[in-house]
């Protein structure tokens, strides 16, 4: 099982950025897929979780309406498409994938900054 995220990067303030997490190892149609982010001094925290059998999402409520999770199961990607950024969304942002036990990506940097 590998993930890897990609697409993060610096940002202004309002703009627009989507994250991929592309997995191996297994099939992310069949496992809920999650994302979350941890900020400097911080704790990380969960963003938004898919469940493609049970085609339910989840945000958290610092990025409802503003972010949107997707995935492809072709191409076996989860997204993270993100909007409205402010510079609060500023962390690294990893993929999580639900098997068995728990399995993680080593992230994205998304800097959200004038």
């Known amino acids: 099982v590998q993930l890897v995220e990609s697409g993060g990067g610096p940002v202004q303030p309002g703009g627009s950025v989507r994250l991929s997490c592309a997995a191996s190892?297994?099939?992310?149609?069949?496992?809920?897929m999650s994302w979350h982010r941890q900020a400097p001094g911080k704790e990380r925290e969960p963003v938004a979780s898919?469940?493609?059998?049970?085609?339910?999402?989840t945000y958290s409520d610092s990025v409802k309406g503003r972010f949107t999770v997707s995935v492809d199961i072709d191409r076996n990607r989860v997204f993270l498409q993100m909007d409205a950024l402010k510079p609060e969304d500023t962390a690294v942002y990893f993929c999580?994938?639900?098997?068995?036990?728990?399995?993680w990506g080593l992230g994205t940097q998304v800097t959200v900054s004038s």
């Open positions: 999580k994938a639900h098997l068995w036990r728990e399995f």
């Open positions: 898919i469940n493609s059998r049970a085609r339910t999402t």
């Open positions: 190892g297994f099939s992310v149609g069949a496992y809920r």
